[in-house]
């Protein structure tokens, strides 16, 4: 059985009331249903019941892997064409880009060491070993650990994310104070600085969608920050659990308990030609829902784990954003065992991640 954690308290409302979130002791969706041990004889015999739950641990385990590991990777690599058009990808990348250590090393990309993340996967670290010690969501440990990290050096932190960690009491009220930041800004900003963190949330055994909407409004309040975050984490949770796709009216579905804005961005991701996302504009580079078309297009056309990497990276725009996401969607849907491992090996911090996959995994046993 898949369990996580045990009962916490977590602040959720502007009036300091505590709601407790049962997410431990039940099974996972997904996972078979347990009769007695005569029953499994009865069935089809104990001994192949086994091998077939041994069998499902091991694909979930190869999957949440993938997912970890794929965040990371997309993220690494697309910090290369970060910011870039078509135009400066054609001077800077005269062969494309395909590995790290083609990264061009201009002012920007210069400052993270070849093979290091950005701040999408280091955020996604913040809540997964908040969750590791906990043994389960607690919120107030989660907003520590992005104000911590936000106190030391975050490069790359977002502008709205940096506008909420940086309020004194951000800690005691953090939900409170992502909100009044949202309201400041008449209910416009939707970056995709919630999306791009919500793939460890997905590797949840169970409240995937609860958990993920608190999550995002720690630092982005907007439903279509909410919305990005309930898709993306219920999709990878699908794929990480029970090997099971989601179709386009259930992802459809999801949206619109958030935002109705949200489907016109899916039906865009829909295109087989990444082209149609514009993912290079610049009035909505960094926009939620242009993050989230990015990644579903990855889960609809890409081949394989390989192609949808290097497809959304070579599509510039917020491509470290882009690619976390995308490539977290793909690495639930593929698995660590299709990543090449020249990219798994690059990645000069890849035993934080193995610290990450070994806490989580325990979390899902």
């Known amino acids: 059985m898949g369990i996580i954690g045990t009962y916490h308290k977590i602040r959720v409302d502007s009036h300091k009331k505590e709601q407790t979130y049962r997410v431990s002791n039940v099974p996972c969706q997904g996972q078979p249903k347990l009769y007695s041990e005569d029953i499994y004889k009865y069935l089809i015999g104990k001994e192949q019941i086994d091998l077939l739950y041994g069998y499902k641990m091991e694909s979930i385990i190869d999957r949440i892997k993938g997912t970890i590991y794929g965040q990371a990777i997309g993220d690494a690599l ?21 590995y790290y250590s083609n990264i061009f090393q201009d002012r920007h990309r210069k400052r993270w060491k070849i093979g290091d993340w950005t701040d999408d996967t280091d955020m996604m670290l913040c809540i997964a070993n908040a969750v590791i010690k906990d043994k389960g969501v607690n919120l107030t440990s989660i907003a520590q650990n992005f104000k911590d990290w936000a106190n030391g050096e975050p490069m ?17 009220h953090p939900i409170d104070i992502s909100k009044k930041v949202w309201e400041m800004s008449h209910q416009q900003s939707a970056a995709n600085g919630g999306v791009m963190r919500t793939s460890i949330v997905g590797l949840f055994p169970k409240a995937v969608e609860e958990c993920a909407v608190n999550i995002c409004r720690l630092t ?22 029970s090997n099971e796709k989601l179709s386009y009216h259930q992802i459809v579905d999801i949206g619109e308990r958030y935002d109705s804005r949200i489907r016109e961005y899916i039906d865009l991701s829909l295109n ?3 082209r149609a996302l514009e993912l290079q504009d610049w009035d909505s580079v960094g926009y939620t829902l ?76």
């Open 78 to 98: 697309g910090l290369g064409t970060e910011g870039m058009t078509d135009e400066d990808m054609a001077w800077k990348y005269p062969n494309g880009i395909r």
């Open 272 to 274: 087989t030609d990444i």
């Open 220 to 241: 982005h309040y907007d439903p279509r920050c909410a919305g990005s975050c309930a898709i993306v984490s219920l999709l990878i949770h699908s794929l990480v659990y």
């Open 290 to 365: 242009k993050t989230l078309s990015a990644g579903l297009w990855a889960y609809w056309n890409a081949k394989s784990f390989e192609d949808g990497l290097l497809s959304v990276v070579r599509a510039g725009g917020d491509a470290d954003t882009n690619a976390a996401v995308a490539c977290a969607i793909l690495g639930a849907k593929y698995g660590f065992s299709s990543i090449p491992h020249e990219y798994v090996d690059g990645l000069i911090y890849r035993e934080q991640l193995e610290e990450v996959v070994n806490g989580m995994i325990g979390l899902a046993k």
């Open 156 to 172: 790359g932190i977002g502008e709205n994310t940096y506008k909420v960690l940086m309020i004194g009491d951000y800690v005691e």
